[in-house]
Nanobody, 126 residues
Framework: VQLQASGGGLVQAGGSLRLSCAAS????????MGWFRQAPGKERELIAA????????YYADQVKGRFTISRSYNKITMYLQMSSLKSEDTAVYYC????????????????????WGQGTQVTVSS
């Protein structure tokens, strides 16, 4: 069971990036998934999450309207499209998965997640 995040980088304020999370989670369970981030000196925070079905999503207020979470039809890859990036979006971004999720359930608590990927750095220059 593995998650591999990618797509981070350096971007100017107002720009866009798309993060990807490739999942090797097996076929025996349904997984809700989410994107977290942690900025230096700050706690890790959930910024977006998506149900197994892909039909239900959650966004933190600070990214609502700017970020879009999605997952591929085969459930293998999750994406985070980030637009109108701000300097305060600078952080290490992590993807995570919750096993045994109901199809439409969106996990919104960090302690619900069982599997974590390595982080990918996003730096937004002002």
């Amino acid at each position: 069971v593995q998650l591999q995040a990618s797509g981070g980088g350096l971007v100017q304020a107002g720009g866009s990036l798309r993060l990807s999370c490739a999942a090797s989670l097996g076929t025996s369970s349904r997984y809700g998934m989410g994107w977290f981030r942690q900025a230096p000196g700050k706690e890790r925070e959930l910024i977006a999450a998506i149900s197994w079905s892909g039909g239900n999503t959650y966004y933190a207020d600070q990214v609502k309207g700017r970020f879009t979470i999605s997952r591929s039809y085969n459930k293998i890859t999750m994406y985070l499209q980030m637009s109108s990036l701000k300097s305060e979006d600078t952080a290490v971004y992590y993807c995570a998965a919750r096993r045994n999720s109901r199809s439409g359930y969106v996990p919104v608590n960090a302690d619900e997640y069982h599997v974590w990927g390595q982080g990918t750095q996003v730096t937004v220059s002002s």
